[in-house]
Each structure stands twice: as structure tokens, then as C-alpha cells.
């Protein structure tokens, strides 16, 4: 692959790592708002052991697993983009939302078990190779992108399902975060058409229809080699 279209491809997954889209009433999210507020799920289930243990155990599987991915992601990322949290000058909102407030919530806020030892261990490179950033991070949405697709709409099902509407109570606020995830998630995959060739297999999102919201990429056979 060429230094252009390289290079596209990687300002395309910068983009959704910075989610300058707007989310309606959400706001401008960004992939550390993301793990933030995936460790605040995991608390919360924390809180609810046996209702957790006893009818959905596979929600704390699925919290970490996400977690791994936004962690995968970012150690794929940033040691050519260091900033790739950093907002643009002209959101003043945003203007000190930095790496560094990523890694005071890894130390700070997770209170999940430590998978540090299952995370992707990438080999030392020359932070000025993007191509060797670019296949870093299709290694880890080759691994694991449909993976958290196919989870999360697992998860948002199980949410809507009436006859679980009291288990899930204690957590209802966080469709809108698991809707944010799969915004996320369908971006990423749509800013890496054309490299990421794996068949997807997710079910349909089953909330409120989000299309709208979603990034439009040009068409990767138009990008010149």
C-alpha cells in the first residue's frame, strides 16, 4: 500500500477515535469518553454480583472485552499519533481532553480484573512508519471489531427485553452508551472498507435507527495506490 492511501486510512480511524461527529443530544464522544463510561458499567454490574452471577454472567465478559479493544486500539495507535485523543483548537469545549487523562483512568477507574497480560503485544517500530501504525491497527479490528459488534448488540437486546426490564433496571441509562459503542464500532469498520475483509457476522442493531449519524467515506476503490 502506497504512503496516500495509507495515510488516508489512518486519518480516517483517527476521525473515529476523535468522533467529531454530532450526536444529537450526546455531544462530541471520543474513545476515551467511551472506556470511561465502560468503566462506570462495569462498576455498576459490580454492584449487583448475584443478579449478575445468577442471570447474565456474560455482561462482565462483555464489558472487558470492550475495554480490551479501546486499550488494543490505542496502544496500535499511539505511538505514531501520541495526540490521537486531543480535539481539534476549533472545539474549545474539548480543548484539554488529552492522552494523559486516558491512562489516569486506567489506573484510577478500572475496577475490573487486569487482562494486562492478554493484551496485543506489538513489536517496537519507528513511530514515523505509518504503514506500520496502519497494520497495527487492522490486527486489532481483524482480532476483534465484529466481535464487539455482534456483543454489543447482544447486550442492547437484552436490555430492551421486556421480561428483563426489572434485572436491568439498575443499568437502563446505559443504552445510550452501548447506542455510542456501536456508532463507534460501525464507523470504524466503514473507515477500514477495503482492508478489512473479514465476513461480518453481527445481528441488525436493534435500538433506534442511528444511520444518520454515521461517517461517510469515499468509496476505497477510488483511492489511488
Given at each position: 500500500m502506497n504512503e496516500t492511501r495509507t495515510e488516508i486510512?489512518?486519518?480516517?480511524?483517527?476521525?473515529?477515535?476523535r468522533q467529531l461527529s454530532d450526536y444529537s443530544h450526546q455531544g462530541y464522544y471520543n474513545i476515551f469518553y467511551l472506556s470511561a463510561e465502560n468503566a462506570n458499567i462495569m462498576n455498576c454490574l459490580q454492584?449487583?454480583?448475584?443478579?449478575?452471577?445468577?442471570?447474565?454472567?456474560?455482561?462482565?465478559?462483555?464489558?472487558?472485552?470492550?475495554?480490551?479493544?479501546?486499550?488494543?486500539l490505542l496502544?496500535?495507535?499511539c505511538p505514531t499519533y501520541s495526540d490521537v485523543?486531543?480535539?481539534?483548537?476549533?472545539h474549545p469545549k474539548f480543548e484539554n481532553h488529552h492522552i494523559d487523562l486516558y491512562f489516569a483512568r486506567r489506573s484510577d477507574w478500572w475496577t475490573g480484573r487486569d487482562y494486562s497480560h492478554e493484551l496485543i503485544k506489538f513489536e517496537n517500530s519507528d513511530p514515523k512508519n505509518?504503514?506500520?501504525?496502519?497494520?497495527r491497527v487492522v490486527k486489532v479490528c481483524r482480532h476483534q471489531l465484529f466481535e464487539r459488534l455482534k456483543s454489543n448488540r447482544l447486550f442492547m437486546a437484552a436490555l430492551m427485553n421486556k421480561k428483563y426490564a426489572a434485572v436491568f433496571e439498575m443499568i437502563a441509562w446505559y443504552r445510550g452508551h452501548l447506542r455510542s459503542n456501536d456508532i463507534f464500532f460501525m464507523n470504524l469498520y466503514r473507515a477500514l472498507d477495503g482492508i478489512i475483509n473479514n465476513k461480518p457476522d453481527f445481528p441488525d442493531w436493534p435500538g433506534q435507527d442511528y444511520t444518520f449519524l454515521l461517517f461517510t467515506f469515499e468509496n476505497p476503490c477510488k483511492i489511488k495506490e
Open positions: 486510512y489512518l486519518e480516517r480511524v483517527l476521525q473515529v477515535c454492584e449487583h454480583p448475584k443478579t449478575v452471577a445468577t442471570i447474565f454472567p456474560w455482561t462482565i465478559e462483555t464489558i472487558e472485552r470492550t475495554d480490551l479493544f479501546f486499550e488494543n496502544s496500535a495507535l485523543g486531543l480535539y481539534p483548537s476549533d505509518k504503514e506500520a501504525c496502519l497494520n
